[in-house]
């Protein structure tokens, strides 16, 4: 062999390293590393331009997309600890309030870093102590629970916002 088809088969090994690199790198990310969704939870107003009606206050479940790709948000689930589950209990679709001014969940993909929002009344009781998990199920089908402390603090946030509405 000379040394120019040395030269050559060298190149042509390394650019099939690096061309299975890239494809494998491509499946990984598409295929494997599947999109985040960091979901919170909390009760909160709406004030209008007009600077005197206020709507709520209401219960938002709102999704993040964490990436690496835009997906899509489905729907709000709950479900209750390991223990329940195992003895039977179930999880639950949460319907949302499709016609609230702030329910906002795109149709088509929630690109990455924008979110999803999901309104429930605050006569809502799935935050009462049922459930021990709330979240959010994308278009892979993978289920995204919020974390226990701010399942805890939105539920803190619930019992403080019907006790003050009953008082009015």
Not at 82 to 100: C, E, N, Q, T, V
Request: aromatic content about 12%; hydrophobic content about 40%; overall charge positive.
């Amino acid at each position: 062999m000379t040394t120019n088809e040395i030269i050559t088969l060298c190149l042509s090994g390394a650019s099939f390293i690096v061309s299975a690199f890239v494809a494998g790198w491509a499946v990984y990310r598409d295929v494997i590393q599947k999109p985040k969704f960091r979901v919170y939870i909390s009760v909160k107003n709406i004030f209008m331009p007009d600077g005197k009606t206020i709507i709520g206050p209401d219960i938002f479940v709102e999704a993040t997309n964490l990436g690496p790709i835009p997906n899509r948000v489905i729907g709000t689930y709950a479900r209750p600890g390991w223990f329940a589950r195992k003895r039977g209990k179930l999880s639950a679709y949460i319907h949302p309030d499709y016609a609230h001014l702030a329910h906002n969940v795109p149709k088509d993909r929630i690109e990455v870093g924008n979110g999803a929002t999901f309104v429930f009344p605050l006569t809502s009781t799935f935050l009462d102590g049922d459930f021990r998990q709330v979240g959010v199920s994308d278009g892979f089908g993978r289920t995204h629970w919020a974390s226990r402390k701010i399942l805890a603090e939105a539920a803190k946030q619930v019992k403080e916002s019907r006790s003050k509405r009953e008082v009015e």
